[in-house]
């Protein structure tokens, strides 16, 4: 819980100073726009490091080292499936996106009013 909490803090810092750099000014039509774009990127990283840990895409890079067996100077057990590269889980990417969307969904339906 502490690491979703500094997560969103350090986002919602990087949406303000996004929205000072780019010299707009402090409205919540600027917020929605920037807090948008660093929630659907985290949404995105998190659902691509999702479905790469899943092992969708280990029977592709398999029939493919079978495939280019020839050209291949590894074995195929000395070569990592890509699910097994990934390290973390996705699960703060996804959270801390979710949450940063949701924020954006509220100010959004404030701003509509």
């Not at 949406?15 to 000072?20: E, G, H, S």
Request: charged share 15%; aromatic share 16%; proline share 2%.
């Amino acid at each position: 819980m502490k690491k979703i909490g500094f997560s969103l803090v350090i986002i919602q810092v990087l949406i303000f100073v996004t929205i000072f750099f780019r010299a707009e000014n402090l409205s919540l039509l600027s917020y929605i726009n920037n807090s948008f774009i660093y929630g659907g990127v985290l949404l995105f990283f998190g659902l691509w490091v999702f479905v790469v840990r899943t092992g969708v895409f280990d029977i592709f890079t398999i029939s493919m080292r079978k495939a280019f067996k020839l050209k291949s100077t590894l074995d195929d057990d000395e070569m990592r499936p890509p699910s097994e590269a990934l390290g973390f889980s996705s699960s703060l990417l996804l959270t801390t996106g979710a949450v940063t969307m949701l924020i954006m969904g509220i100010c959004l339906m404030i701003y509509s009013f």
